[in-house]
Nanobody
Framework: VQLQAYGGGQVQPGGSLRLSCTAS????????MGWYRQAPGKQRELVASISPDGNTNYNYFVKGRFSISRDNAKNMVSLQMNSLEPEDTAVYYC??????????????WGQGTLVTVSS
């Protein structure tokens, strides 16, 4: 099982980016999916998470600017980021609790994608 994230890049303050992450491999089911971020010199922190039935949870700093969604048929989770601020600059990681064909549930991480917000 692996997670592949994509969609990062550089954007000016106030701009938008969309991150996506797809899980592949011997997947029986996927529980929670989410996005975390880690800025230079800081700890990794939760950005947003979403349950299989679509219940969402956001960290306070999102302030209604970000929206998380998932496509269960495609094993995909996305993060739409609007009104980006320089403080949003970080490496963004997708995360998923995946039950494999062996029926064991494991926490998986994507490889990280860099988001830079700068003028």
């Amino acid at each position: 099982v692996q997670l592949q994230a994509y969609g990062g890049g550089q954007v000016q303050p106030g701009g938008s980016l969309r991150l996506s992450c797809t899980a592949s491999g011997r997947i029986f089911s996927i529980n929670a999916m989410g996005w975390y971020r880690q800025a230079p010199g800081k700890q990794r922190e939760l950005v947003a998470s979403i349950s299989p039935d679509g219940n969402t949870n956001y960290n306070y700093f999102v302030k209604g600017r970000f929206s998380i969604s998932r496509d269960n048929a495609k094993n995909m989770v996305s993060l739409q980021m609007n009104s980006l601020e320089p403080e949003d600059t970080a490496v963004y990681y997708c995360n998923a609790d995946i039950r494999g064909w062996d029926l064991y549930e494991t926490d998986y991480w994507g490889q990280g994608t860099l988001v830079t917000v700068s003028s």
